[in-house]
């Protein structure tokens, strides 16, 4: 009798927890959508889309269950009780953060979005069935997602704002100033308003248009049926231009596949010349052997490098600097005469009683 009172608390307390928790939840408005197709995990709060991730998912396409789940546990350092690897071991395939999900009629323990112990697996099909996260990543969401925070795991072609509405979760739909001009990196659908449901069956190239109003990932655009809402993934502000120059890089450089900073690294090239022939905000666009890619322009000087072995007058006081790109000088020179024996754009390789330095003049 002991036995079964004990269990039948047990029990209401599961239950008066996870309601509490679901009511928790449900406040923050939090999802979790898991695309097997791309690998990719989105985080949305409160009708927003935060972050997104790279994940692994199951070797196999029937190991990762689909379907419509909730986080119902979350365990710091659980143990691989399936080779005995004690938690928060370097060599525990979980990693040292669970969040267990409530899939094919099982409660947390069979399966969740966990860590690892082999980072490179991130982005591949490699899991027994689970959801694998970078380490440092799966931390940081753990620490903000809620017990109860529905999932959503799919293999789909759509948007990761396609899948939410489609699964009923309320998008942040309020309408925004937006008056720039911006360049889209992708082709995009058009709408007769901000929404999934008012799609128009055409679609704009990526360039740049004019923009008028925002909402979430939905932009007013200026196109040639009039405005429409084109649902935009990935933009810049500003106006794509023609510049076709030579520019000179003076550091080790990144060509990157899109114009962001955390954007995929597609190469690093040394110190070099190189032809640009379109600039967007701060980035130019460079045709490389593997196809067009962007670099970062604040750290180039248009024109080529070329022996320049003259005197130069200097008629004002001027800092010199070992690099170019030093914040700090290396001395000062009065106004004199010295002897260059490089150029770049406006920029000269001279000789010093400090040794080589550059300047501009």
């Known amino acids: 009798m002991k036995k079964m009172m004990c ?4 029990i209401v307390m599961m239950f008066t927890t996870m309601f509490t928790q679901i009511s928790y939840a449900t406040t923050e408005k939090q999802l979790i959508i898991i695309n097997k197709k791309t690998n990719k995990l989105a985080f949305y709060q409160s009708g927003e889309l935060v972050k997104i991730y790279s ?13 419509h ?46 860590g690892n112990n082999n980072e ?18 799966i931390r940081a969401l753990f620490n903000v997602v809620k017990v109860n925070t529905p999932v959503v795991i799919t293999t789909s072609n759509k948007s990761f704002d396609e899948i939410a509405e489609k699964s009923g979760y309320a998008l942040n739909s309020k309408v925004e100033k937006f008056n720039k001009v911006i360049t ?31 909402a979430g990932n939905f932009i007013k655009v200026k196109t040639w049926m009039g405005p429409r809402w084109a649902y935009v993934t990935e933009y810049i502000e500003g106006k794509e231009v023609r510049v076709d120059k030579n520019i000179t890089t003076f550091e080790t450089t990144n060509v990157r596949k899109k114009p962001f900073s955390n954007s995929t690294v597609i190469k690093t090239l040394p110190p070099q010349t190189l032809f640009v022939y379109k600039k967007v905000g701060s980035w130019y666009k460079v045709k490389t052997s593997d196809g067009p890619y962007y670099i970062y322009s604040k750290k180039v000087v248009t024109g080529i490098k070329t022996k320049f ?6 008629k004002n006081t001027k800092p010199v600097y070992e690099n170019i790109f ?28 400090a040794g080589t330095a550059w300047v501009q003049n």
């Open 69 to 114: 789940f909730k986080i119902v546990n979350k365990i710091k350092n659980r143990p691989f009780y399936k080779e005995k690897i004690p938690g928060g071991s370097p060599k525990n395939p979980l990693g040292d953060r669970w969040m267990g999900i409530n899939a094919r009629g099982t409660w947390g323990t069979t399966y969740g979005i966990h």
């Open 326 to 353: 030093d914040k700090k000088p290396i001395t000062t020179l009065a106004p004199q005469s010295v002897d260059a024996f490089e150029k770049v754009g406006n920029y000269y390789h001279i000789y010093t009683s």
């Open 309 to 314: 072995e003259k005197e130069i007058v200097l």
């Open 7 to 10: 269990a039948i608390f047990s």
């Open 120 to 137: 490179r697996s991130i982005g591949k099909y490699a899991s027994s069935g689970c959801v694998r996260m970078h380490n440092k990543e």
């Open 184 to 214: 889209t990196l992708n082709t995009s659908k058009l709408y007769t308003s901000p929404s999934f449901k008012k799609y128009t069956g055409t679609t704009l190239d990526a360039q740049s248009v004019q923009a008028y109003e925002k």
């Open 55 to 67: 994940v692994a998912t199951g070797k196999k396409p029937s190991l990762t269950p689909e379907g």
